[in-house]
């Protein structure tokens, strides 16, 4: 019987084997007929109707590259396809060695196999080129893959010329100059982190860096909305003209104050690639914002090594998507008060329709006036109606009488660093079981900027009365 056994496992386990060899097979078919006599330049070399882009190849020096031991793919412009170039590129060296390396991988690349398969390669001048199905960026691919010893050539129809990555045809373009000239702008000084000393690191793992560090400019787009230098991602990128986007940034004044302009660029930016043709009638930036798209407002656009730029001549926002509606999460604090300690509780139960939900509890702590603190960046100037769920005495919670609880808010204008205000709100009877939201009033900020919320007990040290609990708070704005 083990016998048995043992037969039936290992020829289950060559199946199995044979299994994955054809698989791996399948995945390679389109390498066949490899030539081990030759390497890479030499089969360039080899084609008469090549002989353009073996020269500049030559010229650039990769010859010697692609005669190496390293593995290439070489997507080689056809004589015919040369035929156009733009003179700038051949008669300047540095542009026709960028040219010629935005046609090369430093890998062996296989022809995909169907027209729809998707793959993005890297070159060897730190661009992306898009592969679909039988073509090669803008350009298709002519006849089937060459492969030699160390790599690969294919014929292309077209040129290939070096894209611009979406920053820098921001940079470069004339299209809308007030949009390029602030983005531009918005940068900070930071510690050059690769070049500075480490002299030691804080109880969190946070590096000490010595006395006067260097320092190097970061502009706020790469590290609030998206870093448009990235070769590695795809974006799809919205450049508004003047008129416009004066347009939509007086909209939004009232509400953002002084940073009216970044409210409104910081939702220019989408993941993914979306050309002209392809564009829905909303997109979702990067940010979560609603971009309503009209396809007849698109000036131009122009396909960048990093995704797609939009020339846009509107671009009408809605204000409800600017000025949301948004949650302070109980279960999500800030801190707490700093000279006390409380015994918290942050917990996952089921409401009175068996719904999930998360909150916190601070529970027969013995302090009076401990308070939960939560702190919210970026609040827009305007009137919020303020909505909370406190639910207590469900099963397993040992609060089950009424109490009350307090909300107060830092007032900017009254504050000082040493001396922080604090203003009361909304006072609040917690009862038992209390599954609805309870409306606190309205709300309106001081200045734009940030909200810093205590959630308080009562001033008293008994249980059952100081005890603080919070599902979350709802402010939604009044909006025109």
């Given at each position: 019987?083990?016998?048995?056994?043992?037969?039936?496992?290992?020829?289950?386990?060559?199946?199995i084997?044979?299994?994955a060899c054809?698989?791996v097979?399948?995945?390679?078919?389109?390498?066949?007929?490899v030539?081990?006599?030759?390497?890479v330049?030499?089969?360039l070399a080899?084609?008469?109707?090549?002989?353009?882009?073996?020269?500049f190849?030559?010229?650039t020096?990769?010859d010697?590259?692609?005669a190496?031991?390293?593995?290439?793919?070489?997507?080689?412009?056809?004589n015919d396809a040369?035929?156009?170039?733009?003179?700038?590129?051949?008669?300047?060296?540095?542009?026709?060695?960028?040219?010629v390396?935005?046609?090369?991988a430093?890998?062996?690349i296989?022809a995909?196999?169907t027209?729809?398969?998707?793959?993005r390669?890297?070159?060897?001048?730190?661009?992306n080129a898009?592969?679909i199905g039988?073509?090669?960026?803008e350009?298709?691919?002519t006849?089937?893959g060459?492969?030699?010893?160390?790599?690969?050539?294919?014929?292309i129809?077209?040129a290939?010329p070096?894209?611009q990555?979406?920053w820098e045809?921001?940079?470069?373009?004339?299209?809308?100059?007030?949009?390029t000239?602030?983005?531009?702008t918005?940068s900070?000084m930071?510690?050059?982190?690769?070049?500075a000393?480490?002299?030691g690191?804080?109880n969190a793992?946070?590096p000490?860096?010595?006395?006067n560090?260097?320092?190097?400019?970061?502009n706020a787009?790469?590290?609030?909305?998206?870093?448009?230098r990235?070769e590695?991602?795809q974006?799809?990128?919205f450049?508004?003209?003047d008129?416009?986007?004066?347009?939509?940034?007086?909209?939004l004044?009232?509400?953002?104050s002084?940073v009216?302009?970044f409210?409104?660029v910081r939702d220019f930016?989408?993941?993914?690639l979306?050309?002209?043709?392809?564009?829905?009638?909303t997109?979702i930036?990067?940010?979560?914002?609603?971009?309503?798209v009209?396809?007849?407002?698109?000036?131009?656009?122009?396909r960048?090594?990093?995704g797609v730029v939009?020339?846009?001549?509107a671009?009408?926002?809605r204000?409800?998507?600017?000025v949301?509606?948004?949650?302070?999460?109980?279960?999500?604090?800030s801190g707490f008060?700093?000279?006390?300690?409380?015994?918290?509780?942050?917990r996952?139960?089921?409401d009175n329709n068996?719904?999930?939900y998360?909150d916190?509890?601070v529970?027969n702590h013995?302090?009076?006036?401990?308070?939960?603190?939560?702190?919210?960046?970026?609040?827009?100037i305007?009137k919020?109606?303020?909505?909370?769920?406190v639910i207590?005495?469900?099963?397993?919670?040992?609060q089950v009488a009424s109490?009350?609880?307090?909300y107060f808010?830092n007032?900017p204008?009254?504050s000082?660093?040493?001396?922080?205000?604090?203003?009361?709100?909304?006072?609040?009877t917690?009862?038992?079981?209390?599954?609805a939201?309870v409306y606190?009033?309205d709300?309106?900020p001081?200045?734009?900027?940030t909200?810093?919320?205590r959630?308080?007990?009562?001033?008293?040290?008994?249980?059952?009365v100081?005890?603080?609990?919070?599902?979350?708070?709802?402010?939604e704005?009044i909006?025109?």
């Open positions: 019987m083990k016998k048995y056994i043992l037969n039936t496992v290992l020829l289950l386990s060559v199946l084997s044979l299994n054809k698989n097979m399948d995945e390679h078919t389109e390498i066949v007929n030539d081990n006599t030759v390497d330049f030499q089969k080899a084609q008469a109707n090549l002989s353009k882009f073996t020269d190849v030559r010229t020096g990769y010697k590259l692609l190496s031991s390293q593995n290439y793919t070489v997507w080689a412009p056809t040369l035929a156009t170039l733009d003179a700038a590129i051949t008669a300047d060296p540095a542009k026709l060695k960028d040219f390396a935005n046609h090369i430093l890998t062996t296989a995909l196999k027209a729809t398969d998707t793959l390669v890297s070159l060897i001048n730190k661009k898009t592969l039988n073509s090669f960026e350009a298709a691919i006849g089937k060459q492969f030699v010893k160390n790599g690969v050539v294919y014929s129809d077209k290939v070096t894209k990555n979406v045809y921001m940079l470069s373009s004339t299209d809308a100059p007030l949009q000239n602030y983005i531009s918005i900070t930071v510690i050059d982190t690769a070049n000393t480490i002299i690191y804080t793992g946070n000490i860096f010595a006395p560090p260097p320092m190097v400019s970061r787009y790469w590290t609030n909305v998206a870093d448009l990235a590695n991602q974006y799809t990128f450049m508004l003209q008129a416009a986007f004066n347009s939509e940034t007086a909209k004044t009232p509400y953002f002084v009216d302009k409210a409104l930016t989408v993941k993914g979306y050309t002209a043709d392809k564009l829905p009638d997109l930036s990067t940010r979560g914002v609603k971009i309503p009209s396809k007849a407002a698109i000036i131009k656009s122009y960048a090594s990093n939009h020339v846009m001549s671009l009408p926002f204000l409800k998507d600017k949301p509606t948004f949650k302070i999460e109980g279960e999500l604090p008060r700093t000279d006390k300690t409380g015994n918290t509780f942050y996952t139960k089921l068996g719904i999930q998360k916190i509890e529970y013995a302090f009076a006036e401990f308070y939960i603190r939560y702190v919210r960046s970026g609040v827009p305007v919020y109606k303020v909505y909370t769920r207590s005495g469900a099963a397993g919670d040992a109490f009350t609880q307090r808010i007032n204008l009254t000082t660093p040493e001396t922080p205000v604090y203003d009361l709100f909304a006072t609040q917690v009862t038992p079981l209390n599954y939201e606190l009033g709300y309106t001081k200045q734009y900027g909200l810093d919320l959630l308080t007990a009562a001033n008293s040290t008994a249980v059952n100081n005890t603080l609990i919070l599902d979350y708070l709802r402010f704005p909006l025109p």
